[in-house]
């Protein structure tokens, strides 16, 4: 087609190019041309057929982007923040300038270095006493307890610490994608690779659906208690890389997961050894592990794409909700003995654990590795990793917004509750507190505060003890290796470094007095 259009140039002083006087010959020529590319066209498409289901997938594409299109006008795009801008939004709310820096492991000549010095480190604390209500009643009696101090303490760790669930979080709809038969350790098993999606019709430019798999002993006759851990997704757990120390059979990155020395069956092995099943949920499909997707996520979804406020919910809480929602489908499954579940977790997942077992009764049992600042740790402690570093922009979306004030203008000293406290909302279930040793060859070194959470687990003892169980019996930090297990309260430190591995054995021994298939 050669059709030229009417063209003004200042040497022709805005007058028509001769060129483009009208010719019809040369439009009858063009409509010409355009009826033989039509007919062309037409026999191409009766010669070739469309593929089956084509028709209808062109059609149902077409309403997918009609409803895209109308979801985007119906609905404001979720904010799109970096995770140092919304940590600077959330300062705003709060009407903070300034934090303090967090704990600096990597130069000890650093104003901020991380201090490792037992004299310098508040080393007698003053603790919030669990069972001294808030109008300083002391709590006598376990009734006490559960109807006044108990929900005082939730409430407290809800506006400070963790955050509230929102009241409109909608609910899950659990799907079984998949399902195979294999073995593991040569016990024969069935895996149940589930999705858990989260209805989002109140905001559709969020999706949320929860990865978790289940496997359980195929032989089993009857519903078999389950250990859910926070992990990675795929079968089988955990599959990359790992700098555990040597000898460690591991099944993850930084010895996640894992064995024993000495090449010894894998923690879902020794499980599956006792007649139980195991279960792995991901995290990072609930809410991402990061600033920057805290408009995305459960937490986002919620908030239909907008920032937090102060009080909302951070990652920690929003993790512990997941495996909540797990349990939820555990009680449909008749493969699952549901009051027997325990939960378990590694370094933040480890944080997660905790929070999940204080917060829902329903757990059975915990397993807490290497929880450090933020889990069992005392945040009124100054040795290792400090509030200071959970209120920055790296860790901050782990906490509800107003944990920030604590990290400038408040202090560690000014919260009304710390991590001896959230040990106690977990009693009087059977919770065992794990670590790797704070020196020596691979250990996991001094950063998560070892002794600082021993010195948590005995000062939430008292409830322990007014629930009539055991705590960890001694106020003594015990040696690497020794297994405080003679009551429901239970610590033990291995020699490895950071993962709960090595603890598998003890762990199991100790749970099984409390879980019976």
């Not at 289940?214 to 700098?243: C, Y």
């Not at 995290?283 to 937090?308: E, F, M, V």
């Not at 397993?367 to 209120?391: D, M």
Request: proline content about 8%; overall charge neutral; charged content about 20%.
């Amino acid at each position: 087609m050669n059709m030229q259009s009417t063209i003004e140039t200042p040497q022709s002083g805005g007058r028509p190019d001769p060129r483009s006087a009208f010719d019809p010959f040369r439009v009858l020529r063009t409509l010409c041309n355009v009826c033989s590319l039509l007919i062309g066209l037409a026999l191409l498409l009766a010669i070739v057929p469309f593929p089956a289901g084509a028709a209808q997938a062109t059609a149902a594409a077409g309403e997918s982007a009609e409803s895209a299109l109308s979801d985007t006008n119906r609905f404001p795009q979720p904010v799109t923040f970096t995770a140092q801008q919304d940590h600077r939004h959330m300062m705003e709310q709060l009407g903070i300038q300034t934090l303090r820096p967090g704990a600096n492991p990597n130069n000890p000549n650093a104003p901020n270095a991380v201090n490792y010095d037992e004299a310098k480190a508040n080393p007698y604390p003053n603790l919030p006493d669990p069972l001294v209500l808030n109008n300083g009643q002391r709590v006598t009696t376990p009734e006490m307890w559960w109807q006044l101090r108990r929900p005082e303490i939730v409430e407290l760790f809800d506006r400070e610490v963790y955050g509230r669930v929102p009241s409109n979080v909608p609910p899950v709809n659990w799907e079984v994608v998949r399902t195979t038969t294999s073995t593991n350790g040569e016990i024969p098993v069935i895996t149940k690779e589930l999705r858990g999606h989260v209805d989002n019709s109140s905001y559709p430019l969020i999706n949320v659906d929860i990865q978790l798999t289940l496997t359980t002993p195929a032989n089993a006759t009857r519903p078999v208690p389950v250990i859910m851990e926070f992990g990675f997704g795929g079968f089988g757990g955990f599959r990359r890389g790992t700098n555990a120390p040597a000898g460690t059979n591991t099944l993850g990155r930084r010895g996640f997961g894992g064995g024993f020395g000495g090449g010894g069956p894998s923690w879902q092995q020794q499980v599956l050894a006792k007649g139980w099943g195991y279960a792995i949920i991901v995290p990072s499909s609930i809410q991402a592990d990061n600033g920057a997707g805290l408009t995305r996520g459960i937490i986002g979804l919620c908030n239909k794409g907008q920032p937090r406020k102060p009080e909302d919910w951070g990652a920690l809480r929003a993790w512990a909700w997941g495996a909540s929602r797990a349990l939820d489908y555990f009680e449909t499954d008749p493969h699952v003995d549901a009051k027997q579940v325990g939960i378990e977790g590694l370094s933040r997942y480890g944080k997660a654990a905790l929070v999940a077992m204080a917060y829902d009764q329903r757990f059975a049992v915990g397993f807490i590795g290497s929880s450090g600042e933020g889990g069992a740790k005392l945040h009124r402690r100054v040795f290792g990793e400090l509030v200071e570093n959970l209120t920055g922009s790296g860790e901050y979306h782990w906490m509800a917004g107003n944990f920030l004030k604590y990290g400038g203008p408040l202090n560690a000293g000014d919260l009304p509750v710390d991590a001896h406290m959230l040990i106690a909302l977990c009693a009087p279930r059977p919770t065992f507190i794990s670590y790797g040793a704070a020196e020596g060859p691979g250990a996991e070194g001094k950063w998560v505060d070892q002794r600082g959470s021993f010195m948590a687990a005995v000062a939430a003892g008292p409830v322990y003890r007014l629930l009539g169980k055991k705590d960890l019996g001694t106020t003594e930090f015990p040696d690497v290796e020794t297994a405080l297990i003679e009551g429901e309260l239970a610590w033990r430190q291995h020699s490895g470094g950071h993962t709960t591995g090595p603890n598998w054995p003890t762990f199991l021994e100790w749970a099984g007095r409390y879980i019976k298939p």
